[in-house]
């Protein structure tokens, strides 16, 4: 099954590339993309730019942005473009290619999110010399796991979207929503709480600090993501799947 799931991951992203390279969905977007996060923040933001909260918390963002543009795509692209019978006549498993689809989608946001940071780093070291500093291996670690548990969580819910959605532009659509929702909604219920328990629960966040509060939100999103894929995984299942 890993080999199976390595075989669809890699059919995926030689897809992604070849576009990419062809500056298809979007490619010169993701070159601007790259310019203003990779050049011109950390040049605005000066030597400490690696170190910025809103910044670390920006990453996981992106990460997750990147893998929703490709995950979308994951089921009902394949269904736009009936392609999904053929797909599903192989001798792969209906998990391997699900996984792998889901697989392909988080390496991508990882790789987009991990280059930018890599190409500010080197930025800041270019421009300011040993004035720019560098993330603390605890903070790094911290960033990774955040990266990949946010991206398997969006990568679970965007591959049931994708599972009931007709043609990618409706699933786009309806992840959007559920992903506004999905991200505006603690917002939301940190100011329906009582002052006291606002005070109560920013003093606890601040003694986690940002590693800390990284650490709780990967494990949080890792396990709506297992709960998620497990879901996805029961529902494509050959024969039941609405190959369009």
Known sequence: MIRDTWTVAHKEWMEILDQFMRFRRGGWS???????????????????????????????????????TIVSDSVAGERERH???????????????????????????????????????ITVHVRYGDRAESMSAERFFALLALLGASAFFVAGLGVL????????????????????VATMLPFG?????????????AAATSDLGIEGIAWWTSAACAALAVVLLTVAIRRFRRGDVDLG
């Open 30 to 68: 993701i070159l601007l993309v790259v310019f203003f996060l990779g050049i011109f923040v950390p040049l605005q933001l000066g030597p400490g730019w690696a170190n910025f909260a809103v910044m670390f918390f920006y990453w996981p963002f992106l990460t997750s942005s990147m893998t929703s």
């Open 83 to 121: 392609t999904l019978e053929t797909l599903l006549s192989t001798r792969l498993s209906d998990a391997s290619i699900l996984l792998g689809k889901v697989l392909a989608a988080v390496l991508y946001g990882y790789a987009f999110a991990l280059s930018n940071l890599a190409i500010g780093m």
């Open 161 to 180: 979207v994708s599972l009931r959605a007709a043609t990618v532009r409706q699933a786009q659509q309806l992840f959007g929503v559920i992903l506004l």
């Open 189 to 201: 219920l940190t100011q329906v709480l009582p002052t006291e328990m606002r005070e109560r629960l």
